[in-house]
């Protein structure tokens, strides 16, 4: 395909708004797939996605477009809404030149549309609004029009209006992409170059490669490398995606597709990197700003005797989504495990699942924290700490207040639109988040745009959640990470009968520090259950003991049941008491801490 007649673009949009509707249409038109039911949201591949009905990972595919006497070559990127995926988006982006802004007729533009269309119009790509659903009773696609001009300063003209579930105007969109959007600026006979923008690992045929080509081409056979690592390689295969992989024996300059080269290593395929062949060695392209994690976690094998296999486990699916990291770190309960970063709760809950059903893991995972941050004050602590600028993802790490010259806590700047109706009750609720608001505006005349400095801690848990119920459904969110500022920490212990469990040491801001400890306990006292022994449930931060919650013994003592001889029984007796002890352990650990 000369590079003229070639198209690169994704489709972005706000969750819901109907992407993977509207790249399934797309599909069918350009005879990809086959109209039928069971081919809805095809290129929702994971299990994962299937059941949550979102998109989680971007997937490629190509088609081929007939219009006016030419065949187009359009490789489509459909990409995830969620705040949590939107490093997803900014990856996809980069192997495109345009997008199509995909905006509900009946909800208008949301806090992520506005997130997807910066990243677009920062990387100066082509971008085509399309409001769909307009097939709705409720659609009001003039309104979303307007929204569109005033917000995104784009004329009301370049709309196009569509209906992805009907098929209404469909074919436009196509025409359009090809219309607007710019071939790729590339050239075949340079040098063969290629970003490598996605990567999954196959159990069998190892690591799969996503490339875009911006220069050269490549053919079955070759010998390439892979600047990171000055790797050699043989391509084992190649092609393009229709959403499946279709072997070809070359690709091109503009083309997207994939690429086998028998790389069996997790870090082999770095996203972000180039490849090129061995006899023309080119300047690597500027890659990827890696993915900052906002929240971790600890998470452990519910047996030690598992380790390995979840080493490997974490390893391979870190491989489909590098925007994880992991650390080793170990536990006095739990044995060795990792300390893993994650985009965002969502993303840490996926990243759980999909080591459950397609690594069939089991895995105890600890309450989520942000990275706070710690200025130290004595030689002797930095010298402990191996620095004096130290990052905190473990509460048990936390430095003592003596050591500590400052302490900081992640920040993010959060957009919140919403109909104005709520706007008191998402002050309130901002307000109680220690929020501050740094603007407000009107996007139309019932709508408004609001825009926060958060702590991270205060939404990472339960913020959206709140946002949502008190607002009917109809506010929207989304945040960007605005650096750290100055707070007063505390590490807060949790003692079950006296002695502290690691495991639960949580880091609260001071003035909040009675609720969460309060809360902790009442969480802890409603989801032990009752035991053959009293447990005592106290938070306390240093000596100070602040919350307490007493969860009673069985009435009966159990050891009176069995006369002195029954030796087994009473055996048994201490045994079940002892996997009583050990379940209450467990239970206490899988609970997600919602502080
Ligand atoms: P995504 O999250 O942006 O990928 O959205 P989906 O494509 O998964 O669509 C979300 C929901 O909106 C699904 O229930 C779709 O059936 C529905 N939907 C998508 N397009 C349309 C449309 O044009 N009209 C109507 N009525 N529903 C649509
Ligand atoms: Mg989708």
């Given at each position: 395909?000369p590079?003229e007649?070639?198209?690169n673009?994704?489709i972005?949009a706000?969750i819901?708004?109907?992407?993977s509707?509207?790249?399934d249409?797309l599909?069918?038109l350009?005879?990809a797939i ?5 081919n809805k949201?095809?290129l929702d ?9 979102i998109?989680v990972k971007?997937?490629t595919a190509?088609?081929f477009y007939?219009?006016?006497g030419q ?5 489509l990127?459909d990409t995830p809404?969620h705040v949590?995926?939107s490093y997803e988006?900014?990856r996809s982006i980069?192997a495109c030149?345009?997008v199509l802004?995909v905006?509900d007729a009946n ?6 549309t506005?997130?997807?269309?910066f990243?677009a119009f920062?990387?100066?790509l ?5 409001i769909?659903?307009i ?7 003039e309104?979303?029009e307007?929204?569109i001009?005033?917000?995104f300063d ?6 196009i ?9 469909v074919?436009k ?8 959007i710019?071939p790729p ?10 970003l ?5 690992f ?8 996503n490339?875009?080509?911006f ?7 070759d ?5 990171h690592?000055g790797?050699?390689?043989d391509v084992n295969?190649i092609?393009i995606?229709?959403?499946?992989e279709?072997?070809?024996?070359s690709l091109?300059?503009g083309?997207v597709g994939?690429i086998?080269?028998g790389?069996?290593e997790?870090?082999e395929?770095?996203?972000?990197d180039t490849?090129?062949?061995?006899k023309h060695p ?5 890659g990827?700003r890696?993915?900052?994690p906002?929240?971790?976690a600890g998470m452990?094998p519910?047996d ?5 296999s979840l ?14 990291t ?8 739990l044995g ?5 970063g994650f ?5 840490l809950?996926v990243f759980?699942?999909r080591l459950e059903?397609e690594?069939?893991?089991?895995v105890?995972?600890?309450?989520p924290t942000?990275p706070?941050?710690?200025l ?11 620095s004096e600028?130290?990052?905190i ?5 936390f430095?003592d207040?003596s050591?500590v010259l400052?302490?900081?806590e992640?920040?993010v700047i ?6 104005d109706?709520?706007i008191g ?11 501050v608001?740094?603007k407000?505006v009107?996007i139309d005349?019932?709508r ?6 958060f702590?991270?801690?205060e939404?990472v848990?339960?913020f959206?959640d709140q946002l ?8 929207s969110?989304?945040y ?16 079950l ?5 690691e495991e639960?040491?949580?880091i609260?801001h001071?003035?909040k520090?009675?609720?969460v400890g309060k ?5 802890l006292k409603?989801?032990i259950?009752?035991?053959l022994?009293?447990i ?13 919650e007493t ?6 003592n159990?050891?009176?049941?069995c006369y002195?001889g029954?030796?087994?029984?009473k055996m ?6 002892a996997?009583g002890?050990?379940?209450m ?8 801490m919602?502080v």
């Amino acid at each position: 395909y000369p590079v003229e007649n070639v198209r690169n673009f994704s489709i972005i949009a706000h969750i819901d708004h109907g992407k993977s509707t509207l790249a399934d249409r797309l599909l069918e038109l350009t005879g990809a797939i086959s109209k039928t039911e069971c081919n809805k949201q095809v290129l929702d591949k994971l299990q994962v996605e299937r059941e949550r009905g979102i998109t989680v990972k971007a997937q490629t595919a190509s088609l081929f477009y007939r219009h006016e006497g030419q065949t187009y070559l359009l490789n489509l990127i459909d990409t995830p809404g969620h705040v949590d995926f939107s490093y997803e988006v900014s990856r996809s982006i980069s192997a495109c030149q345009g997008v199509l802004l995909v905006v509900d007729a009946n909800q208008g533009i949301q806090a992520q549309t506005i997130a997807n269309f910066f990243l677009a119009f920062e990387a100066q790509l082509t971008i085509i609004p399309v409001i769909n659903k307009i097939d709705l009773k409720n659609a009001d696609p003039e309104r979303v029009e307007k929204q569109i001009e005033k917000v995104f300063d784009i004329p009301k003209e370049e709309c196009i209006k569509i209906s992805a579930k009907m098929g209404t105007n469909v074919d436009k969109v196509l025409q359009e992409v090809v219309r607007r959007i710019p071939p790729p600026n590339v050239n075949v006979e340079d040098p063969f170059k290629a970003l490598v923008f996605d990567s999954t690992f196959d159990h069998y045929r190892g690591v799969i490669a996503n490339i875009a080509l911006f220069g050269g081409q490549v053919h079955k056979g070759d010998r390439i490398v892979s600047a990171h690592l000055g790797k050699t390689y043989d391509v084992n295969e190649i092609g393009i995606l229709r959403p499946e992989e279709h072997p070809t024996e070359s690709l091109y300059a503009g083309q997207v597709g994939y690429i086998i080269a028998g790389m069996k290593e997790v870090k082999e395929a770095q996203i972000g990197d180039t490849l090129f062949l061995q006899k023309h060695p080119v300047e690597p392209m500027p890659g990827f700003r890696s993915a900052k994690p906002m929240v971790f976690a600890g998470m452990y094998p519910v047996d030690q005797s598992e380790y390995s296999s979840l080493k490997s486990a974490v390893e391979k699916l870190t491989l489909n989504d590098s925007s994880v990291t992991v650390n080793r770190d170990s536990s006095p309960a739990l044995g060795a495990g990792w300390r893993l970063g994650f985009l965002g709760l969502l993303h840490l809950d996926v990243f759980n699942q999909r080591l459950e059903q397609e690594y069939d893991a089991s895995v105890i995972v600890t309450a989520p924290t942000v990275p706070y941050k710690a200025l130290l004050s004595s030689t002797k602590s930095i010298k402990e700490y191996g620095s004096e600028d130290i990052t905190i993802v473990n509460p048990s790490h936390f430095p003592d207040r003596s050591q500590v010259l400052n302490y900081f806590e992640p920040v993010v700047i959060g957009t919140i639109i919403t109909p104005d109706d709520y706007i008191g009750k998402i002050i309130t609720l901002c307000l109680n988040r220690r929020a501050v608001q740094k603007k407000l505006v009107y996007i139309d005349d019932h709508r408004v745009m609001m825009k926060y400095l958060f702590p991270l801690n205060e939404i990472v848990v339960d913020f959206y959640d709140q946002l949502k119920s008190l607002s009917s459904g109809y506010a929207s969110f989304d945040y960007e990470d605005a650096g750290y500022q100055p707070a007063d920490l505390i590490k807060m212990d949790i003692l079950l009968n006296g002695k502290p469990v690691e495991e639960l040491a949580t880091i609260a801001h001071k003035q909040k520090a009675y609720t969460v400890g309060k809360t902790m306990c009442e969480r802890l006292k409603n989801s032990i259950p009752r035991q053959l022994f009293e447990i005592a449930i106290q938070a306390a931060i240093g000596n100070k003991v602040i919350a307490r919650e007493t969860i009673k013994a069985y009435r009966k003592n159990v050891l009176a049941k069995c006369y002195g001889g029954d030796i087994t029984r009473k055996m048994k007796l201490l045994k079940k008491q002892a996997e009583g002890k050990k379940k209450m352990r467990k239970i206490v650990l899988h609970m997600k801490m919602m502080v």
